[in-house]
């Protein structure tokens, strides 16, 4: 902990962190930007490429609301995957304390961008 600072926040996928979130607590942990870019646990577990972490998406994050801490959760929708999921998120989170951002997913390969878009209502 350290005076002066008045958020230390953490961006995870959520793998680990039910192990170390009492002691990121302890250290004055007090805000987490996770990435739930489904509620599929299926689809979870491909984007992590993890058997075994499908741990449903909702109960994690009704676990961390719990946690008392400020929650962003950060989707990136992604066409073909996830973009059918989009109000399911927002019912989800609708009456939770958190925040929800969506990200549109810009793939780079590290020589060029891709930049087939989602468009409109898509």
Not at 25 to 43: C, F, Q, R
């Amino acid at each position: 902990k350290l005076e002066g600072l008045k958020t230390i926040a953490v961006t995870t996928n959520g793998i680990n962190l039910t192990r170390m979130l009492p002691q990121l607590k302890e250290a004055g942990l007090n805000a987490i930007n996770i990435s739930l870019d489904t509620l599929v646990p299926a689809k979870f577990e491909f984007i992590v490429r993890r058997k075994g972490t499908g741990l449903s998406s909702m109960t994690f994050v009704l676990l961390l609301v719990n946690c008392l801490l400020f929650l962003k959760v950060n989707c990136v929708v992604m066409r073909g995957f996830n973009e059918d999921e989009l109000l399911d998120f927002v019912d989800f989170t609708k009456d939770l304390p958190l925040d929800v951002r969506f990200i549109e997913y810009m793939p780079f390969d590290g020589k060029q961008a891709c930049f087939e878009t989602l468009r409109g209502m898509e």
